[in-house]
């Protein structure tokens, strides 16, 4: 009970409390915010001892902090043990228990490498307020009933829950159908899935004819697609679909009420390494995670700022979307030798573009690139729907200078429980090798 209170104090703070008002207000609030948390840091992670400057820190990835993972966290758990709790946890499917409480769970992350993460449980009551503050669709106290579709569970999604807030938690490795009775009865206001989770669980509603009518729709895990958005929109008759970019280094973006992603600037404070006029990559400092402190963490992310700000009236920078990891930008051999970028939008474009063409509504595809030459999409097509996709493709070399790559094509497939990505890098280039 106690906890839920803690979360009710976080709920209030962040939907009424805290008020932004102009952007220079909310950096200079930020600012005394990152002061006063690398007091705290330097004093007690190892690794940092001494450091007061943000400038000061370095700019760090996954391999770094799971390399200085015993030095790095203020609460001296070490990460051979928190690897063997976390990996017991993931076998028993067994997420409550905490490890000297703290909640220890582990990442997939799509380059491959595992991380682990730790949350203390002042940490996991902060977010569940702030989250609820978000997305409740009306006031915390009156009551609502949350499907969360989830490759595991964990406690941090546990302290959504209450009395008057049902919590439901539906394994993504198990099938559909077993879901579907459940899920019925779960009457669900609040529906929480990956993207392609959530594309599945729409086909079966219409397939089986059954309906769920949740109010809001959240899609976590993976990029949300345009098509995939307006797909999700109808079937779930909603005007918006949300999104929550969160990943194991910190909650970073969500929709405001208009369906706009904005960073969450007043958790997080993003550096922006551009990579062309709109298209940056975050750099994350958290200036609220204690227990494992996210400093100046480089994401392999891109993200697009959006070129208008948003009617919301939000400080905090909207963007147009996300774009996809680092590791999905395509590589071509160019035609004068240079080596030519690919950005994921332009893969996507020659889809939805040789689509359109016909007045055909988006299908389910994956353009993966298998090398520098080759490329395959997985898309269930008739010969004139390749032959536009192929036409899409000589366009984009045309515009774009490159050897056009050779284009096979296969029925489309989606392996279930694995994140799902439209566009895909499969093969290393020299320099990321
Ligand atoms: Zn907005």
Not at 319 to 346: A, N, Q, S, Y
Not at 360 to 370: G, K, L, N, P
Request: charged fraction near 35%; hydrophobic fraction near 35%.
């Amino acid at each position: 009970m106690l906890e839920q209170i803690k979360v009710l104090k976080y709920y209030l703070y962040y939907k009424y409390f805290l008020r932004m008002g102009s952007r220079r207000r909310l950096k200079k609030w930020q600012e005394r915010k990152i002061q006063r948390h690398l007091v705290f840091v330097g004093k007690k992670s190892k690794i940092y001892r001494g450091k007061k400057d943000l400038k000061e820190y370095p700019i760090v990835n996954k391999q770094f902090m799971m390399t200085n993972f015993d030095r790095l966290n203020t609460v001296g758990i070490r990460k051979k043990e928190a690897e063997a709790f976390a990996v017991r946890a993931e076998r028993d499917r067994n997420f409550v228990p905490k490890l000297r409480k703290i909640t220890v769970g582990l990442s997939s992350g799509t380059s491959g490498k595992r991380g682990i993460f730790l949350v203390s449980d002042k940490e996991r009551v902060r977010w569940a307020g702030y989250i609820l503050a978000r997305f409740l669709p009306g006031s915390i106290l009156g009551k609502y009933s949350i499907a969360f579709f989830m490759r595991a569970d964990s406690n941090l999604y546990q302290s959504l829950g209450s009395r008057r807030i049902q919590f439901h938690f539906f394994d993504i490795y198990r099938k559909m159908e077993e879901h579907q009775e459940r899920l019925i009865q779960a009457k669900p206001d609040i529906l929480v899935g990956q993207p392609s989770v959530l594309l599945m669980l729409a086909d079966e509603m219409k397939r089986k004819h059954f309906s769920i009518i949740p109010k809001v729709v959240i899609s976590i895990a993976e990029v949300l697609e345009r098509g995939d958005e307006e797909r999700l929109k109808a079937a779930f008759q909603v005007e918006v679909i949300h999104q929550v970019y969160q990943c194991t280094e910190g909650c970073l973006a969500t929709t405001c009420r208009c369906g706009t992603l904005h960073l969450n600037e007043d958790i997080v404070h993003i550096e922006r390494e551009y990579l062309d006029e709109y298209r940056f990559v975050p750099i994350v400092t958290d200036f609220e995670r204690r227990a494992q402190p996210i400093i100046r963490y480089r994401l392999n992310d891109i993200l697009i700022e959006r070129k208008n700000p948003c009617s919301c009236g939000s400080p905090c920078l909207a963007l147009e979307k996300i774009e996809g990891r680092e590791d999905d930008v395509f590589f071509f051999e160019g035609k004068k030798g240079k080596e030519r970028v690919v950005f994921p939008d332009f893969i996507r474009r020659c889809i939805l573009f040789a689509e359109n063409e016909n007045g055909e509504s988006a299908s389910d595809y994956r353009v993966v690139q298998e090398s520098d030459r080759t490329i395959v999409v997985y898309e269930d097509l008739t010969e004139e729907g390749k032959e536009r996709v192929r036409q899409e493709f000589e366009k984009l070399a045309e515009e774009t200078e490159l050897i056009l790559p050779k284009i096979a094509f296969q029925p489309y497939k989606q392996e279930p429980g694995r994140k799902m990505k439209r566009v895909e890098r499969k093969f290393q280039t020299e320099e990321k090798a």
